[in-house]
């Protein structure tokens, strides 16, 4: 009797501390949350220094390439990215694929040219671990989390991002 109670403390004093000493969750960012985005490796070979996105509105999609649903969304995030040329507006989607060269040759065979970076531990301590894709936040000029958007959306609500361009939020 001895023995199974010392092993059942032992047992309960190593699960304490294995919880005590277990990391952080990475809590999803959330609307409201205040974030600065770190360095980015683009897949064209273009870094974006830490601080790149600071004082400019961003629309951030994570997708894969085995995913149908991003699949039929990213067409729209194309057309999104053409219209926020010139616009003051950031886009820049983020793959969550295995390896840089299956996103890059999926981009090659749609004909994409938005920017993508591959996920990376980086992108996770700030923005957290994605729990869907698509899954699209959107970061206003002073780094304040607007939406976070999860899951596949309309071509017009996706086009209806441009809102956050610079020059749309000036006019009243």
């Known amino acids: 009797m001895w023995n199974s109670g010392l092993a059942a403390l032992l047992v309960g004093v190593g699960l304490a501390a294995g919880v005590a000493f277990a990391p952080p969750a990475q809590a999803v960012v959330e609307v409201g ?9 683009l897949l064209d070979g273009e870094t974006l220094a830490e601080g790149h996105f600071n004082g400019k509105p961003v629309i951030i999609e994570y997708w894969a390439t085995w995913c149908p649903f991003c699949a039929r ?11 926020a040329q010139g616009s003051g507006l950031e886009i820049l989607t983020v793959s969550i694929d295995r390896t840089d060269t299956l996103a890059a040759d ?15 531990q980086a992108l996770r301590d700030v923005l957290g671990k994605r729990k869907v894709v698509p899954n699209i936040i959107v970061i206003k000029a002073d780094g304040q989390v607007a939406e976070v958007i999860p899951g596949e959306m309309f071509e017009e609500d ?15």
């Open 158 to 172: 996706v086009l209806g991002l441009i809102k956050y361009a610079p020059a749309a939020t000036d006019q009243p």
């Open 106 to 120: 999926y981009m090659k065979k749609h004909g994409y040219t938005f920017p993508v970076a591959m996920e990376t």
């Open 33 to 41: 949350d205040h974030v600065s985005l770190p360095e980015i490796h």
């Open 73 to 83: 969304q990213n067409p729209y995030v194309q057309k999104l990215w053409h219209e």
